[in-house]
């Protein structure tokens, strides 16, 4: 592939501005508005998109029903648990579709069954914090990643630990700082990892192998849950000023294209923390949330161009993920609010 840079096409381009549907708040301690343990740390849909859960930096987990706004459940939290719940996802079996995987900062993960609120497993990984967690596409698998560097599988029906990939006593690379975001590509039954070590890393677990397959060989930073994985398009979103937003091919590892944020010199840089393709639209665009400038944009997976954005938000934009089927993103920010945008309407 050629590397394209569509910079100038961007700068040229009207950018809609966009207005969320709702924005719920989940905290409300406003002396201490954007402090890190009232922050909005990942958002996810339910599988059939009417259900928003959000997980925050005090440990608790909302539900959200998208058609009233209310919150429905909550999950407080637990005992012996002084910590965050940093990411979160929604089971894919029928008899798992209540329960959510929570992944925490003191090294849990369990799952809390949204309808019965009740904790109904836990596995704790020891001098660990977890920052990612993804299940495979089947259900059959989860995986874990966080501070020890350590990717760790699961078997989703018994949640015992079936896979490690570490690297260790092999040659192959791994992680050499934190990892904060993991996904299974739906097509390749490889997982895709990035965080601190400015690299992006693809592990096979169908190979006898504790170690990476593929480095992406490229500058990257991430922070957040900012890598996505659609076909063999993967998308990496960085805390940095240039090159915040690229993609890559997963086969080779080669950067394709440059699809960054456009900021002037005298505006904030976009220092990305989250990043997402669209769904509904077989992952034509790419929703992606920054801090510095404060702003969630929608660019084309194709060329980069931009075409929406909600900007000039007070606090920095933490976790973002798109609807299973609707033309709608949620975003979580660092004040403690969870927004829900519909963006039919750019197009008009």
């Known amino acids: 592939h050629t590397i394209q840079n569509m910079s100038e096409a961007k700068r040229s381009n009207f950018v809609k501005e966009l207005i969320p549907k709702f924005s719920k708040k989940l905290h ?16 996810r849909w339910s599988p059939n998109g009417q259900q928003l859960a959000a997980s925050l930096g005090d440990g608790e987990v909302k539900v ?6 209310h919150v429905i459940r909550s999950m407080a939290q637990g005992s012996g648990h002084h ?3 940093s990411c979160v996802r929604w089971g894919l079996s029928s008899e798992d579709h209540s329960v959510l995987i929570v992944g925490r900062t003191d090294g849990t993960v ?14 704790k990984e020891d001098n660990n914090e977890i920052y ?14 966080g501070k020890d560097r350590i990717i760790r599988i699961y078997d989703a029906s018994n949640h015992r630990l079936v896979r490690k990939l570490s690297g260790s006593g092999l040659i192959n690379p791994v992680h050499k700082s934190r990892i904060f975001s993991l996904k299974y590509s739906f097509m390749h039954s490889c997982l895709v990892s990035g965080g601190w070590d400015h690299t992006v890393q693809v592990w096979d677990p169908r190979v006898d192998t504790d170690g ?7 500058d990257v930073f991430v922070s957040g849950d900012s890598v996505d994985v659609w076909n063999n398009d993967v998308t990496v979103g960085s805390w940095r000023r240039d090159k915040n937003l690229l993609m890559f091919d997963l086969g080779s590892g080669n950067l394709i294209r440059d699809i960054s944020f456009d900021i002037s010199e005298d505006d904030e840089p976009a220092t990305i923390y989250c990043a997402q393709f669209t769904k509904h639209n077989n ?14 944009r929608i660019v084309e997976s194709a060329s980069g161009k931009a075409v929406a954005a909600v900007s000039r938000l007070p606090h920095a934009v933490l976790s973002c993920h798109t609807h299973p089927v609707r033309s709608m993103f949620a975003f979580g920010s660092a004040d403690g609010t969870a927004h829900i945008v519909d963006y039919s309407n750019i197009d008009s």
Do not use: K, P
């Open 83 to 85: 910590c965050a719940v």
């Open 132 to 145: 990612a967690v993804d299940h495979s596409y089947d259900g059959l698998q989860f995986a874990t990643a």
């Open 64 to 69: 959200i029903d998208i058609d009233s706004g």
């Open 28 to 43: 409300h301690d406003h002396e201490n508005a954007g402090a890190v343990e009232h922050a909005v740390m990942s958002v």
């Open 283 to 296: 992952g034509a665009n790419v929703v992606a949330g920054s801090s510095g400038n404060n702003m969630v």
């Open 212 to 218: 990476s397959v593929r480095i992406f060989h490229e």
């Open 110 to 123: 369990a799952g809390w069954n949204s309808a019965s609120n009740s904790i109904v497993w836990e596995v």
